[in-house]
């Protein structure tokens, strides 16, 4: 099945928006009393759009122990046939719709490095659902008109070859995204092997970078974490919004007297991102242009997922992709190859 969707240049990740707009409470992390509301108001606002004009994409859970309430009567979520059908059955009456137009598997059923764990770990291998299965699932609801396309999320190359690869031997459908985290400062999982993988004239596969601005780090507020602005934003409105790297800076801040480096880590991220800074103000650009336009001008790049919480916001997100020079001006891709010799991915510990 050849992609035959037209993105545009940005996404909007709704749920983020729809938090600071007071339609819904924050749900990260996931719990059971918010699950499913993005979905009820994107479904209320549909009903006033042309359906044939709206790119609608959605997910389905990956492997958890955690959010076995997304299904009834289940203890743990896997990606198979059932969980599948159920999950994207209960999306459509939610969202109002016939029929959602990419669906993405939202992290894999086998164990991967995840959310904040950079090294595979093989004492954490677990027998998986087979890619077979997963795609037949797929096929199903395609034939039944429910599914446009499908995608990855959070996917590794072996991932994203082993579904390419079972497709072309079994006669099943192709995924045709992968939804990763891609910005200035987290660059590597993708760049080292995955753009390989997901050129054209490999396997084909579209990125949708999700946190081009790093979860709000490249916007500049978290600079000064005393500032109205970091005040307002999400790390501080919402406790729970990316508590794992909350806590991890906690831990690394109780371990500095014994391992000093460990400070250093915190430091090179904040050098790194004012460095950043200072060279978008160089060349009369802000720091979200900046990031934006760099995520925007990639070969590699399909479209970006935004997560604005607030109309300002959404204004300055748009606005760079659609204002800023494209592509940036060579001098201003210099200074970005540059600190990244220096700084590679500070997010990495």
């Known amino acids: 099945m050849l992609f035959q969707m037209h993105l545009s240049l940005v996404l909007l990740a709704a749920m983020t928006y729809l938090v600071q707009r007071r339609l819904l409470q924050y749900p990260i992390p996931m719990r059971k009393e918010t699950q499913g509301k993005t979905d009820l108001y994107i479904g209320s606002w549909l009903k006033s759009q042309p359906r044939n004009k709206i790119i609608l994409a959605t997910k389905v859970c990956g ?30 009456m939610r969202l109002n719709t016939d029929y959602i137009d990419l669906l993405q ?42 599914v446009r396309y499908i995608g990855v999320s959070n996917e590794t190359s072996y991932g994203v070859m082993e579904f390419v690869h079972t497709a072309q031997v079994e006669g099943l459908p192709k995924i045709v995204s992968i939804q990763n985290s891609y910005s200035l400062l987290v660059r590597c999982p993708f760049e080292v092997d995955l753009v390989e993988v997901c050129h054209p004239n490999n396997c084909n596969i579209g990125l949708l970078a999700y946190s081009p601005l790093g979860g709000g780090s490249l916007s500049g507020k978290y600079l000064d974490m005393s500032s109205e602005a970091a005040k307002r934003g999400r790390m501080n409105l919402f406790p729970g919004y990316m508590e794992r790297y909350n806590k991890s800076i906690a831990k690394i ?97």
Request: aromatic letters at 12%; zero cysteines.
């Open 63 to 92: 492997y958890s122990e955690r959010s076995s309430y997304l299904r009834e009567g289940a203890k743990v979520l896997r990606v198979d046939a059932a969980n599948i059908k159920e999950s994207v059955e209960k999306s459509l």
């Open 105 to 146: 598997i939202h992290w894999p059923d086998r164990y991967v490095a995840l959310f904040g764990e950079f090294f595979y770990d093989p004492s954490k291998w677990r027998p998986s659902i087979p890619f077979v299965e997963q795609l037949k699932a797929f096929q199903e609801l395609i034939d039944e008109g429910k």
């Open 253 to 349: 801040a109780d371990l500095s007297s014994e391992m000093p480096w460990l400070m250093i880590y915190i430091s090179k991220f904040q050098e790194a991102t004012e460095l950043y800074n200072q060279l978008a103000e160089k060349h009369g650009l802000t720091l979200v242009q900046l990031a934006l336009g760099f995520a925007r001008d990639r070969p590699f790049m399909t479209s970006s997922i935004i997560g604005a919480t607030s109309v300002d916001q959404l204004k300055e997100d748009i606005d760079a992709f659609v204002t800023t020079e494209r592509p940036l001006p060579p001098e201003v891709m210099t200074g970005i190859d540059n600190l990244f010799k220096r700084y590679k991915d500070p997010a990495i510990l």
